[in-house]
Every structure is written in C-alpha cells, then in structure tokens.
C-alpha cells in the first residue's frame, strides 16, 4: 500500500524593493510504493490555477510542484487508472472527470484522501491538513518543513483503512478493498451529512463510522466539524 508525502518547504528570497516569498509543494512516494498513482490538483476559489493539474507518480519518484505564496487548493491521488485505445483515462478511485491526465478544473469524486492547503492565510500563517471526511482511497502525510509558527507538526492518515473498512462504506476492485466511503455518501442521512438541525458545531457530531476513522487516523480530519485539533498551521 503507498503513502502520500506531501511537504510543504518554504523558501525566503531578499530582493532589493521586496520581499518575495516563493512556496512549494513537494510530492513524493515511499520506495516501498509498487505501483504508480496519478495525483490530481484543484486550486480553491478566488486562486490562481496553477499547472499541472494532474501527473504521473512512478514508484519512488520525486516530484516538486511551484505554487503562488497565497495559493490554496487540494491535493489527492488517483489509482488504478487505465487508458482506453482512444487515450481516454480512468480512474477507480479519485478521478476527477476529466478522462485526461490532467483535471483542467475537476475535483476528486469520492472517496478520496485529501491534502488540503491555505498558504499565507489569517495572520500569514499556512495552513494544512489531511481530510477524509469525503472517504478514504491512500494513506497521506503532510510534513511541514522551514518554518517555526503556529501548531507545527505532522498530519494526515498513515494507517490502511481500506482492508479493515466496514463492509457497507467499502469500494473493491475483485475480492481487494481499495478504498472507503464516506457515511455520508452511502446513506441520506442529515446527521451524517451534517445538514438541516445538523449542521452546527453543536449538533454535528462524530458518530460511529467517523468515529472509526478517528481512531486509526487521530490526525486526519473525519466528519465536517472535526476542526479543533486537524488543522494545522
């Protein structure tokens, strides 16, 4: 099963009249990955979309994408993607619609792991974490780097969800588990959705399945409210 790294390394370059800071996003694999994942990218709104929007992660192989010092947007990984012999590509899990490499503007259809980023936000902090609240297809770390504000440390889920996933939220490729839904997205259920009386801080609240993320991912945020101690800056 791969994991995700994803480190967020800033840099500081002194011009004569300014000060720019330039931001970067480091993705890279864990040599123990044996099969490539197709990792997508959605700049969130109001934000300058930047390129790629999608590529091709070999096992192993480093990869260090540029982004705006104030970018925000997401990051997660397709999988088991094939092409079709007009060039038309799919993904079973976390693809984005586009039938391409690239997502031109596609978010994740769930379930995806998430990696989710505000760079230079309130009090020009960065702030990241890893969501599973729309389900669950990779393991995914975030490791800062370069900076020494805010509630620094590590986060995400380094834990295989998809073989212990409750049978119900499970997503299989054969007899092999290869990803795990969201509650909300198998059953229509205001308090899983978190919407209608449930959609306050007070009234959403862990249940069971998000409860059982929690516990194998106490970093990662699980349910829409989880906010306390999964965001990171």
Not at 11 to 37: E, G
Not at 38 to 45: D, T
Not at 181 to 190: G, H, I, N, P, R
Request: hydrophobic share 35%.
């Amino acid at each position: 099963m791969p994991t995700l790294h994803l480190s967020l390394v800033l840099a500081t370059f002194f011009l004569p009249s300014a000060l720019l800071r330039c931001s970067f996003i480091n993705l890279y694999y864990r040599k123990k990955c044996s099969y490539t994942v197709w990792p997508g990218m959605l700049s969130g709104a109001g934000t300058p979309p930047i390129s790629p929007t999608g590529f091709v992660l070999e096992p192993g192989e480093p990869t260090s994408i540029s982004v705006p010092t104030s970018w925000s947007g997401r990051i997660w990984g397709r999988t088991l993607c094939t092409q079709d012999p007009f060039g038309k590509l799919s993904c079973l899990t976390g693809d984005c619609g586009s039938s391409t490499l690239e997502c031109s503007g596609g978010g994740a259809i769930p379930p995806a792991s998430l990696a989710e980023f505000t760079l230079n936000g309130a009090g020009g902090l960065d702030f990241y974490d890893v969501s599973i609240v729309d389900g669950y297809n990779l393991l995914m770390m975030i490791f800062p780097s370069g900076r020494t504000r805010g509630n620094y440390t590590s986060a995400g889920c380094a834990a295989d969800l998809n073989g212990d996933c409750p049978v119900e939220l499970k997503v299989v490729d054969g007899s092999e588990g290869v990803a795990c839904k969201s509650a909300c997205d198998v059953f229509e259920d205001s308090p899983y959705y978190c919407s209608g009386a449930y959609a306050t801080l007070n009234t959403c609240r862990p249940r069971s399945y998000s409860q059982f993320f929690k516990t194998v991912c106490p970093t990662a945020y699980s349910y829409a409210y989880d906010d306390g101690t999964n965001t990171f800056t």
